[in-house]
T-cell receptor, first 115, second 113 residues
Framework: AQKVTQAQTEISVVEKEDVTLDCVYE???????LFWYKQPPSGELVFLIR??????QNEISGRYSWNFQKSTSSFNFTITASQVVDSAVYFC????????????FGKGTTLSVSS | EPEVTQTPSHQVTQMGQEVILRCVPI?????FYWYRQILGQKVEFLVS????????KSEIFDDQFSVERPDGSNFTLKIRSTKLEDSAMYFC???????????FGQGTRLTVV
C-alpha cells in the first residue's frame, strides 16, 4: 500500500537558518509522482513542486530545493535562509497508479521561523 | 490566474442535517476531487470525479456522501446526515490532466454542532 511518512512533526528555526523537511514514501509502482504543498496559517494548500519517478534530478527554485533519492525512497525539501513567511505546515504527497489520481498525503511538518 | 472557488467558506450545521459544499473548478480542468482535513491532521482523499462519474473513492466516502456536477460548472459534495465527526475543512481540487499538479480551493470549514 502507498504511504508517505513525514517523521518531523514540528521544526523551529531562527530566521536565516537552513532547514530540511524529510519525506519518505512507500509504493510498489515504478511510475509515481511526488509533490510538496505548503499550508500557511490562512489554511489554503499551495502547490510547490511535482516530481515523477523517472526524474531524479534535484531541483532548485530560489531558496527552495528538493532532493529526490529513489534508493532511499525519499523526497526531502530544503529551505535556505529561512524567513518568517516560510512558517507553515508543509505536506509531502504521493500519487501512483494504485491510488489512481488521488494524492496520498503525509501528516505534515509544522515549520515555525522566528525573527 | 485561474483558481478553484469554494463556497461557503464556513458552514455551521446541526447534527443530522444535510449540507452541500460547492466548488467551481478551473474551466479546462477535467479531474475533480474532494479532500478533507480534520483540524490539525493530514489531508485525506475522499473522492475523485471524471467524465461525470466517480472514478475512485476512499473508505471515508460512505453512503452519507455523494458528489455531482449538476450544471456542468459547479461540483458539489453532499453530506446527507451530518455527524459531529464530519467537522473538518473540505477542499476541492482540480487537475487538467492525470497526475499533474492539483489546484486546491480555499476550503470550506464545516462545523457540526
Amino acid at each position: 500500500a502507498q504511504k508517505v511518512t513525514q517523521a518531523q512533526t514540528e521544526i523551529s528555526v531562527v530566521e536565516k537558518e537552513d532547514v530540511t523537511l524529510d519525506c519518505v514514501y512507500e509504493t510498489r509502482d515504478t511510475t509515481y509522482y511526488l509533490f510538496w504543498y505548503k499550508q500557511p496559517p490562512s489554511g489554503e494548500l499551495v502547490f510547490l513542486i511535482r516530481r515523477n519517478s523517472f526524474d531524479e534530478q534535484n531541483e532548485i527554485s530560489g531558496r527552495y530545493s528538493w532532493n529526490f533519492q529513489k534508493s532511499t525512497s525519499s523526497f526531502n525539501f530544503t529551505i535556505t535562509a529561512s524567513q518568517v513567511v516560510d512558517s507553515a505546515v508543509y505536506f509531502c504527497a504521493l500519487s501512483d497508479y494504485q491510488a489512481g489520481t488521488a494524492l496520498i498525503f503525509g501528516k505534515g511538518t509544522t515549520l515555525s521561523v522566528s525573527s | 490566474e485561474p483558481e478553484v472557488t469554494q463556497t461557503p467558506s464556513h458552514q455551521v450545521t446541526q447534527m443530522g442535517q444535510e449540507v452541500i459544499l460547492r466548488c467551481v473548478p478551473i474551466s479546462n480542468h477535467l479531474y475533480f476531487y474532494w479532500y478533507r482535513q480534520i483540524l490539525g491532521q493530514k489531508v485525506e482523499f475522499l473522492v475523485s470525479f471524471y467524465n461525470n462519474e466517480i472514478s475512485e473513492k476512499s473508505e471515508i466516502f460512505d453512503d452519507q456522501f455523494s458528489v455531482e456536477r449538476p450544471d456542468g460548472s459547479n461540483f458539489t459534495l453532499k453530506i446527507r446526515s451530518t455527524k459531529l465527526e464530519d467537522s473538518a475543512m473540505y477542499f476541492c481540487a482540480t487537475n487538467e490532466e492525470l497526475n499533474t499538479e492539483a489546484f486546491f480551493g480555499q476550503g470550506t470549514r464545516l462545523t457540526v454542532v
